[in-house]
């Protein structure tokens, strides 16, 4: 989720749904910045001028059924009520530090524009992992052929529709328009992860 108002956030208390504390959350997030592809994101990111700052990235605890979220000025937020495993706080990390990147590179990037959110959301999905097989099988999904672009089209609309600017129908609308621009842009990488 990019460009929206930050989930709110609590005291760092333990997680009343389950999910981790906080402070748990910050160490898992310590975890992910030493990952091979959270390195190449952030070194992407500097050399493209965004060098990310200590606070760039925090847990928090968070209303709603979300994972975390990029507020562009802002940075990164894990929501730590909602992160179970190390691997659950590396796909939001990643996820967002594509959005990030993004952000970075288009001086111009709307995040009221349901077709600047969409590309962003194609690109994060398509090149964090979020849409693997096997994170799709423990969905529930059991879709073998095609489910990566499915998958995307399907957490794209989830992002887009939430963004008080975009209808249902704006939203589907713009992510058909820049679907194969964006679902082809695979930049900082040089193909798809």
């Not at 730590?80 to 993004?102: F, G, K, P």
């Not at 095609?146 to 089209?153: A, D, L, N």
Request: aromatic share 6%.
């Amino acid at each position: 989720m990019a460009g929206e108002p930050p989930p709110a956030a609590s005291s760092p208390s333990p997680a009343a749904n389950g999910g981790r504390t906080v402070k748990e959350c910050e160490e898992m997030i310590q975890r992910s910045l030493r990952t091979p592809m959270v390195r190449f994101l952030k070194e992407q990111l500097e050399k493209a001028g965004c060098a990310l700052g200590d606070n760039f990235i925090k847990a928090v605890n968070c209303d709603g059924k979300v994972s975390g979220g990029y507020m562009p000025g802002l940075g990164i937020v894990v929501c730590s009520n909602h992160m179970e495993l190390q691997d659950d706080v590396n796909q939001v990390v990643i996820h967002e530090l594509i959005h990030a990147y993004d952000e970075c590179r288009a001086a111009n990037l709307d995040w009221s524009n349901c077709a600047h959110h969409a590309c962003s959301e194609i690109r994060a999905g398509h090149l964090s992992g979020d849409c693997h097989y096997k994170r799709e099988l423990l969905r529930g999904y059991m879709k073998i052929r095609g489910h990566e672009q499915e998958c995307v089209r399907r957490r794209v609309m989830k992002s887009v529709t939430a963004n008080p600017h975009c209808s249902q129908a704006a939203a589907k609308d713009a992510m058909e328009a820049v679907w194969d621009v964006c679902y082809n842009d695979t930049k900082p990488f040089d193909r798809a992860p």
